[in-house]
T-cell receptor
């Protein structure tokens, strides 16, 4: 069983839409959580870390639900430039695992 | 401001050949790791290192060796290449071990095994 699960999508949304992704993890001892963005044929780049209290960075909001073992990413007012694959990552000590990614396409 | 540098960017090998993928970082990061990324599988951890002289296995270590003689470098060796090792390989580093720091990725090596 894969330890980190994501809906692969694709999510196709119009500009200006709000879209949310979820990511579930199986390791209850996981300590840290992250969202990365990956453009086609590029390396993953950190979008934001996810804190227990939830955190926001501009149009992006990340939340952690330890009881249900999932993290979420909300993107408001989607831009064409938000089109990418979004990877969630969870870390326990020195072992970081990633989901397979959720593909988002924002259309005009 | 190089960050994490991987070489080569592309490589084609024949089955049975060996090669080394290079990874160097100039951020004085303690933690370095290697991932492979395959379609539908996401990133899978191959090996990691928490400091010079210390390495450990990740999720998919078979067929790969690593060493960490300096803080800066973390090469990945394919001992005898197999078609199943065709993938995109990413090296990553973070300031410290323990998992609390996000990782910074190199721009990848695309490897094809014929």
């Amino acid at each position: 069983r894969k330890e980190v699960e994501q809906d692969p999508g694709p999510f196709n949304v119009p500009e200006g839409a709000t879209v949310a992704f979820n990511c579930t993890y199986s390791n209850s001892a996981s300590q840290s959580f992250f969202w990365y963005r990956q453009d086609c044929r590029k390396e993953p780049k950190l979008l934001m870390s996810v804190y227990s209290s939830g955190n926001e960075d501009g149009r992006f909001t990340a939340q952690l639900n330890r009881a249900s073992q999932y993290i979420s990413l909300l993107i408001r007012d989607s831009k064409l430039s938000d089109s990418a694959t979004y990877l969630c990552g969870e870390s326990n000590n020195n072992d970081m695992r990633f989901g397979a990614g959720t593909r988002l396409t924002v259309k005009p | 401001n190089a960050g994490v540098t991987q070489t080569p960017k592309f490589q084609v090998l024949k089955t049975g050949q060996s090669m080394t993928l290079q990874c160097a970082q100039d951020m004085n990061h303690e933690y370095m790791s290697w991932y492979r990324q395959d379609p539908g599988m996401g990133l899978r951890l191959i090996h990691y290192s928490v400091g010079a002289g210390i390495t450990d296995q990740g999720e998919v270590p078979n067929g790969y060796n690593v060493s960490r003689s300096t803080t800066e470098d973390f090469p990945l060796r394919l001992l005898s290449a197999a078609p199943s090792q065709t993938s995109v390989y990413f090296c990553a580093s973070s300031y410290s071990a323990g998992g609390y720091q996000p990782q910074h990725f190199g721009d990848g090596t695309r490897l094809s095994i014929l």
